[in-house]
């Protein structure tokens, strides 16, 4: 291998200043082995929004003829490494720059790793994680997906625990002691810094994958055509108004059939319909149109266009009849309000299992208050890491922010 390519699939926004120091980050690590690199995004992401899966690259070389070939192309179709900072991506990624779901794990090469930041378990991990004909290494670093926002960000040291676990991961093109050189020269690094490295590249859990392990579904997919195929005159059809539910009583918005949304989500509303006043504000307020209106008046959130921004939560005006749940304990997109019709003390019983769980009902992303990270960090020191690392053997709050 005379060259290495590694792309990033982030959430745009929360985690698009992350992405850009990891892919700046390697590239300097390779650097200062004598290696050329570079780092890009990808055009078509950009502009980005809340949450949206985007994605970043960088290549590395041995030398400056190899890094031109590699470049040659608009982006990477292959990649030795896919770096995920977001567990929750593992169900797959849709972007507005391209058709349908993608595997997270679509451009790994044969025997490549899939370098995720995760506190699930692997089997857990891998219900979600799509099927490959090729086997590859699943690699973990244990932390909780750091996000911040457009203008701020989150010193969790995220980026420099991902470049220790890339020296582990790649040595031939990254050695520890030319990203612990690189992180110690950074405009952000610092001698705790290198220290996370370190930690980071000692600490790397792997396994590996075989073909066929894994999510058995088929992502959705289409074809339309391409911008070159269309002709002069073309019209694009517009989105038809909803319809009645079946009954004639409810109703239904329509949805855009080409792109769900579903996997800009890292959080999504479970709804308490025992206790909801019928206000209409969540219907009102969801910028995604997600709520069908249901015949008893209810409302139910279409799991397919629910992209997670939590405002319905923050409108209603009944206590806990809207909570935002992570979206890593969730199997599927079906009804909620199917559920409680068709059995409501099961459904209660579901509900509270979900709402109940204090790591799953933090918020995870967004920016709300000058200060936020600081506290956020400080609390889970004061922890002793015990409720973020519960089950993980030899994490401590220290490995998780030093
Ligand atoms: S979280 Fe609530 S308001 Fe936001 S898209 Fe989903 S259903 Fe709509
Ligand atoms: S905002 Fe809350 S109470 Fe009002 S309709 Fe929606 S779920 Fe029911």
């Not at 451009?107 to 089997?123: A, K, M, N, R």
């Not at 074809?223 to 409810?250: C, F, N, T």
């Not at 923050?314 to 059995?343: G, H, L, Y």
Request: glycine share 8%; net charge negative; hydrophobic share 35%.
């Amino acid at each position: 291998m005379a060259a290495f390519t590694a792309e990033i699939v982030y959430r745009g926004i929360f985690q698009k200043n992350l992405a850009a120091r990891i892919v700046r980050g390697i590239v300097l690590s390779a650097r200062k082995s004598g290696r050329w690199g570079i780092a890009f995004g990808r055009y078509g992401d950009s502009p980005q929004r809340n949450g949206i899966p985007a994605k970043d690259f960088a290549i590395v070389a041995d030398t400056k003829e190899e890094l031109e070939q590699n470049m040659a192309r608009y982006e990477p179709k292959h990649v030795d490494v896919t770096i995920c900072v977001d567990d929750t991506l593992a169900k797959g990624v849709e972007s507005w720059a391209w058709y349908g779901l993608q595997p997270l794990n679509r451009l790994i090469v044969p025997g490549g790793t899939l370098l995720i930041t995760s506190l699930q378990p692997y089997g857990d991990i891998l219900r979600d994680i799509h099927r490959k004909d090729t086997p590859f290494t699943m690699a973990l670093i244990r932390a909780r997906a750091s996000f911040s926002g457009l203008w701020v960000y989150k010193e969790d040291h995220t980026e420099v625990r991902i470049l220790g676990a890339l020296a582990k991961i790649v040595p031939a093109f990254l050695s520890l002691d030319a990203v612990c050189q690189a992180v110690s020269e950074m405009e952000w690094g610092s001698d705790l810094k290198v220290a996370s490295a370190r930690k980071a590249y000692d600490r790397l859990e792997s396994r590996e994958i075989e073909a066929g392990e894994g999510n058995p579904e088929t992502p959705y997919s289409f074809e339309l055509p391409r911008w070159w195929e269309m002709r002069e005159g073309v019209s694009i059809p517009a989105i038809p108004l909803g319809k009645p539910k079946e009954g004639g009583k409810g109703y239904v918005p329509e949805r855009n059939p080409y792109f769900k949304k579903f996997s800009t989500r890292t959080m999504r509303p479970v709804i308490d319909f025992d206790t909801c006043v019928k206000c209409n504000l969540c219907w009102i307020s969801c910028p995604d149109s997600c709520f069908d209106v249901m015949p008893d008046g209810t409302f139910d959130a279409n799991m397919e266009s629910c992209c997670g921004c939590g405002v319905c939560e923050a409108v209603c005006p009944v206590e806990k009849c809207i909570t935002m749940v992570n979206e890593s304990v969730f199997d599927d997109n079906a009804s909620q309000w199917d559920a409680w019709r068709q059995d409501k003390d099961a459904y209660r019983t579901w509900m509270i299992d979900k709402i109940s769980n204090t790591q799953a009902t933090v918020r995870s992303h967004g920016f709300r208050f000058r200060g936020q990270y600081e506290e956020e960090l400080k609390s889970e020191l004061d922890a002793g890491g015990q409720a973020i690392t519960a089950g993980i053997p030899g994490e401590n709050a220290q490995h998780k922010t030093v």
